[in-house]
Nanobody, 126 residues
Framework: QVQLVESGGGLVQAGGSLRLSCVAS????????VGWFRRAPGKEREFVAA????????YYTNSVKGRFTISRDNAKNTAYLQMNSLTPEDTAVYYC???????????????????WGQGTQVTVSS
């Protein structure tokens, strides 16, 4: 089992920045990829970014490329999502998730991730 706890959400003005953290505990050696997803009001949960736990390879959805950066600190069992140039469209609950299967590609579908955090709210005001 892997437990994930997100933090770092909050209220920020458009153009501002936030850094989300996701601390993993439990059987962290089983993690292959950590992903960030978000769910905006009235919308489905969508993929934001992913990083391989060992190699650090990254993948982003187009709407956040150049603004968001995913990273990880293996010594701290923590993944981060640095979010810059935030817009009101980025308002959502942000979730981190862990995939324990090696796939040969970076997963971006909800069903590919086994473990999920409880989410952290990000609100961007205009």
């Amino acid at each position: 089992q892997v437990q994930l706890v997100e933090s770092g959400g909050g209220l920020v003005q458009a153009g501002g920045s936030l850094r989300l953290s996701c601390v993993a505990s439990g059987r962290t050696s089983s993690i292959d990829t950590v992903g960030w997803f978000r769910r905006a009001p009235g919308k489905e949960r969508e993929f934001v970014a992913a990083i391989t736990w060992r190699g650090g390879f990254t993948y982003y959805t187009n709407s956040v490329k150049g603004r968001f950066t995913i990273s990880r600190d293996n010594a701290k069992n923590t993944a981060y999502l640095q979010m810059n140039s935030l817009t009101p469209e980025d308002t959502a609950v942000y979730y981190c998730a862990a995939d324990t299967t090696w796939r040969g590609y970076l997963p971006s579908r909800v069903q590919e991730y086994v473990y999920w955090g409880q989410g952290t709210q990000v609100t961007v005001s205009s």
